[in-house]
């Protein structure tokens, strides 16, 4: 170790306060694992209110350990990366990754959030669900929309005006040449695209990951099978319970098939 640990634990102590700033370490923290986030997210991952962490960033920012990038989405600055990466380097904690310069593709957290990007793309005719991918990944649309616009920026997605319905021009992203040139290099992906199954698994229960269209096929199974059962009796319920077994059987099928093609 570069540093005697004594000093390094003295200048911490003497940035952030470990007795009385609980809450600006855990906002450290969790953005050096989680990437760029939400006052919103953070609030809710680390148990305080969004007043509290308002602010905690507030502070955190006179001290120039955060930026706000955009909206209210805060990463670590450069100095705020130094700092962890001491810590880090002080305690061998394992579970907090190595902070490295933001590059995408080459970050972890960006190449995750890239893989669930061009995989929805794939699966949605091109067209990115933005509130979709949002919600299975957990993560506010503004976050999201951060990531969009990095790889925006390195042509992988771009932004279009597509009509509704009614004739309304509605702003949507979609993936470009080069984006699907990316993703066919990356091994998951280049399963998935060969796997029928699982791709006609996800399009009917219009989800992005299998555990996600697992548990909805479930749910549908359990909300609806009690009323088969209980209208079983009635003439015409018969044929819609034989529709409704077919149905159990064909997901059933799908989804081993999904799931042995996927090894």
Request: aromatic share 12%.
């Amino acid at each position: 170790m570069n540093h005697n640990i004594f000093d390094v634990l003295r200048e911490l102590d003497s940035i952030v306060d470990f007795g009385r700033a609980k809450i600006q370490w855990d906002i450290l923290l969790y953005i050096a694992s989680k990437g760029p986030s939400s006052v919103s997210e953070i609030a809710e991952a680390t148990n305080n209110s969004r007043k509290a962490v308002l602010d905690a960033i507030r502070k955190l920012t006179d001290k120039e350990l955060v930026v706000k990038i955009k909206y209210d989405i805060y990463d670590l600055s450069e100095k705020g990366k130094e700092i962890l990466n001491k810590l880090n380097d002080l305690t061998h904690y394992t579970t907090l990754p190595k902070i490295e310069d933001e590059i995408p593709l080459n970050n972890s957290i960006q190449y995750f959030y890239l893989i669930e990007m061009l995989k929805a793309s794939l699966i949605n005719s091109d067209v990115l669900p933005v509130e979709k991918v949002s919600r299975e990944l957990g993560i506010s649309t503004q976050t999201l929309k951060y990531y969009i616009d990095l790889f925006a920026e390195k042509g992988i997605f771009k932004k279009i005006n597509k009509k509704t319905l009614f004739g309304h021009a509605k702003q949507c992203y979609i993936i470009t040449s080069e984006g699907k040139k990316l993703a066919y290099r990356i091994p998951s992906l280049i399963k998935m695209k060969n796997n029928i199954f699982l791709r006609f698994l996800l399009k009917v229960t219009f989800s992005l990951r299998y555990d996600t269209a697992l548990i909805k096929i479930m749910i549908f199974l359990a909300l609806t099978s009690p009323i088969i059962i209980y209208y079983l009796n009635v003439p015409f319920m018969r044929y819609i319970g034989i529709v409704w077994l077919y149905v159990l059987i064909f997901f059933t099928l799908l989804s081993v098939y999904a799931y042995i093609t996927a090894k």
